[in-house]
């Protein structure tokens, strides 16, 4: 239940600072995405399986809200979830260079596998174009948000014990 | 063992996505957007609370180094300018280039005149690679599926969703977008497909034999009824005759910079 809670209150916080925050950012800028981040977070705390359905849940919910095929990011983020779960698995946890190549690994996949999706639904053109700058520099921002985070969590952690 | 279960429960996740984008996808298939429309109100409240945040700070700062009635004459300055600008580049131009093809034929046909609705843009839709905007009037403000959005520059795209206080605009650079074209030299008819990341657009249909050059002018064509004659488009920036085809591949860039969007305008015929 407490799990479910803080579940819901950082897909809230996500979903609000991507609405309010990137919302802002035009077309053609790369973007930070605090979906992502939360789900390649919640699969490195958690494990594997959480990183999937977490990354299927905030998917799906953005998918419904944004997106004009339903599954389209659910698919993605499920995949860099379990990704992230994985990683985890087989490395040290507390390396912050490992976070940072997962994140970097995961933005690149969501990436990959959106444009992967899009060009087989006849939303987009192939999918090697879009490996370009925007993914890129999306990547990058992901990155400097997980070592944020990483730092917060790390403080957080030498004041709980 | 494990590694078989974690496989399986991998592609049981993947593939009811997978059925949820086939489903979506079908025509007559999820209703999403009707869904959409009807639970959108939270999304929207967030968007427009940035927006006027966002307004509100801009607003402080400038307030801090100039006087407030000039700023509000310079912004309607500005709406106003935007607007004759856009009826010279796009309206006037094509009156111009009508009116000496129907001299020849002795024929006059009298053009509607565009009533332009200013509208701004909100926000722009998380992770997302499909290139849309939403503009700050919905359905209270009369705006309805389809209606073509411009600005200064030139065509920026058509609502595709309407919600109480938000519309959701399809630019051209979004590859499910198509537009009418014609070259405005040659009169050569084509249809504008959008090429998302790359930032151009991108002419389909249009014959080998075609006289186009780089810098014609490609402005809408009316045909379909949809967007209005003569709205500048962009600019040919790149053409490729391949022997074996028998379409051209012509690259356009647009006239609109949507790196920076700001200020619309909704035509209303």
Known sequence: MKKLAVFAILTTIAFVLEVTVVGGRGIGWGRPDFLLILVVVWGWERGWKEGLLVGFAVGLLNDIFFSPLLGLSAFSLSLVGYLSGEIRERVYEENVVLLLMATGACSFLDGFTLSLLSFLFHFSSPVLGKLTYLILISALYNCGLAFLIFVVRGFWKGRMY | ?269
């Open chain 2, 1 to 269: 063992m494990k590694v078989h279960f974690k496989i399986v429960y991998l592609i049981g996740f993947l593939l009811l996505s997978f059925v949820l984008m086939l489903v979506s996808g079908l025509e007559g298939g999820l209703p999403t957007q009707t869904i959409r429309e009807k639970i959108y109100l939270p999304i929207e409240r967030l968007q427009s609370a940035r927006f006027h945040l966002q307004g509100w700070l801009t607003g402080l700062i400038i307030n801090l180094q100039e006087n407030r009635k000039l700023q509000e004459e310079n912004r309607l300055l500005k709406r106003e300018l935007a607007e004759l600008e856009f009826r010279e580049k796009n309206y006037y131009q094509e009156i111009i280039a009508s009116n000496q093809r129907l001299k020849k034929m002795l024929g006059f046909k009298e053009e509607h005149t565009l009533q332009l609705l200013p509208v701004e843009v909100t926000a722009y839709p998380p992770r997302s690679f499909f290139k849309v905007v939403f503009i700050s009037k919905g359905k209270r403000e009369e705006m309805k599926k389809n209606m073509v959005v411009v600005n200064a520059e030139g065509l920026v795209g058509r609502i595709v969703e309407v919600y109480p206080h938000q519309s959701r605009v399809l630019t051209i650079l979004d590859e499910r977008s198509k537009v009418g074209v014609i070259n405005q030299r040659t009169r050569d008819l084509a249809i504008l497909r959008g090429k998302e990341l790359e930032g151009v657009c991108e002419l389909q249909y249009l014959l080998g034999k075609a006289s186009i050059e780089i810098g014609d002018k490609v402005v809408t064509s009316g045909v379909g009824g949809l967007f209005p004659k003569g709205i500048l488009v962009g600019t040919i920036t790149h053409i490729r005759k391949n022997p074996h085809r028998l379409f051209l591949e012509v690259q356009v860039t647009p006239s609109v910079n949507f790196g920076r969007l700001e200020e619309l305008f909704v035509i209303k015929e």
